[in-house]
Structure formats: C-alpha cells, structure tokens
C-alpha cells in the first residue's frame, strides 16, 4: 500500500538559510499534519491543512510557513533557520479531518542546521 | 489540562520476557481518542492502535494487547514474549476533540530495549 511520502530525507542548512519540505500524502487522502520532533523529544504539532485550507495550528514559528496544493501535497517552507530548528519533520495524512480518521506518517525528513 | 504521561523513560527486558508500557492521560473532556505509536530506530512513526473514549474494550492483536480503563485515565500497552524486533520507542497519544482540533498529544515515549 502507497504510504507518505517525504522529501527530502535528509537536510543539511547553514544559520539564517531557508529550507522547504515536501510531503505528498497517501492517495486520496485529504488532511495533511505537520509535526517537529527534536532530538530525544516527542512529536509536537505545527500546522494541519484540510482540503486545501489551514484547518489548525499549533507552536509553529512565524519564520515558518506552509501550505497545501490542488493536488494535495503540502511543503513547509523554514526561513532565517537557526541551531534549535535541527530536528525530525514529519508529515501525516488522514483521509478526512476527525479523530477517528488515523494520521500515518512519513518516514520524516531530518533537517541539521550548522 | 490536557496531558499524556509516560512515567518510564527506559526498559529492558530479555527476549520471551512481557512486558507493559504504562500510559495515563488527563483531559476535561468526554470524548477523546488514545492511540499508540511506535518509533523504531530507522525513526519513522507507525500507527498501532486507536481508542474511542467511549469504548472500554481491551484489544488483542498477536502478541500486542491494550487495557483502557477510564475510572484509571490509563491505556497500558502489552507485548507478551518479546521480541528483539520489539525495540523501540512507544509513543501514547491522544486527540481531545473538545476544541474541534485533532492533532495529536503526545507522551514523552517510552524506550523499549529488548535483549536478545
């Protein structure tokens, strides 16, 4: 079966750069979430988009943004990157915006910052 | 408050041997959803189960199997006869959909060391 897909895997940045995430959610899949893991952390929650439209947000840094397109792929876009944004990124699709809709998750892409 | 804690941080246990991830949760509201999800080391998340507030039913699945008992606020997590491929780290989580948001809260996780 077709599962998340994350690109890139791996991310290397330098201070005060800017990097852009991509995920393309298992088909037919609607609803998009965004989470940060830092090292030895749990998941936290950035930003989730339904249909296209940001549905909710979470502790999500001004100097990120993100967004879904028509077909469905999201891509989260860092600005003025620093030290504490080296961490795992994942992205979950769910195929409808309810709790009872499970969110799988891509393998995640792993951003360094230098 | 809403939280999910995980009060171990580490276990060990030899192959063959059960074992039983603790998770406890607070929220103030009535429906709510608990899941569990593993890490294992190559670092993706995968999905193991999910929990209808109003469904107290354990759940078997193999070797896994799930107690949730609301008069407890937990949602224990057992592996019997362990296995190395077992090591990793658990997350429980939880969705409080009071607010109308469904994104996911979780433990601080639980690593699972199993010995061979």
């Known amino acids: 079966a077709a599962g998340v897909i994350q690109s890139p895997r791996h991310l290397i940045k330098e201070k005060r750069e800017t990097a852009t995430l991509k995920c393309y959610p298992i088909?037919?899949?609607?609803?998009v979430y965004w989470y940060q893991q830092g090292p030895g952390q749990d998941p936290q929650f950035l930003i989730s988009?339904?249909?296209?439209?940001?549905?909710d947000k979470g502790s999500i840094p001004d100097r990120f943004s993100a967004q879904q397109f028509s077909d469905y792929h999201s891509e989260l876009n860092m600005s003025s990157l620093e030290l504490g944004d080296s961490a795992l990124y994942f992205c979950?699709?769910?195929?409808?915006?309810?709790?009872?809709?499970?969110?799988?998750f891509g393998p995640g892409t792993r951003l360094t910052v230098l | 408050a809403q939280k999910v804690t995980q009060a171990q941080t580490e276990i060990s246990v030899v192959e063959k041997e059960d074992v039983t991830l603790d998770c406890v949760y607070e929220?103030?509201?009535?429906?709510?959803?608990l899941f569990w999800y593993k890490q294992p080391p190559s670092g993706e998340l995968v999905f193991l189960i999910r929990?209808?507030?109003?469904?107290?039913q354990n759940e078997i699945s193999g070797r896994y199997s799930w107690n949730f008992q609301k008069s407890t606020s937990s949602f224990n997590f057992t592996i019997t006869a362990s296995q190395v491929v077992d090591s990793a780290v658990y997350f429980c989580?939880?969705?409080?959909?009071?607010?109308?948001?469904?994104?996911?809260?979780f433990g601080k996780g639980t690593k699972l060391s199993v010995i061979p």
């Open positions: 979950a699709s769910s195929s409808g915006r309810s709790p009872t809709d499970t969110q799988y």
């Open positions: 088909p037919r899949h609607d609803t």
């Open positions: 988009f339904y249909e296209k439209m940001q549905s």
């Open positions: 929220t103030r509201d009535t429906t709510y959803y």
């Open positions: 929990r209808n507030s109003f469904d107290e």
């Open positions: 989580a939880l969705i409080f959909s009071g607010a109308g948001s469904y994104q996911l809260t």
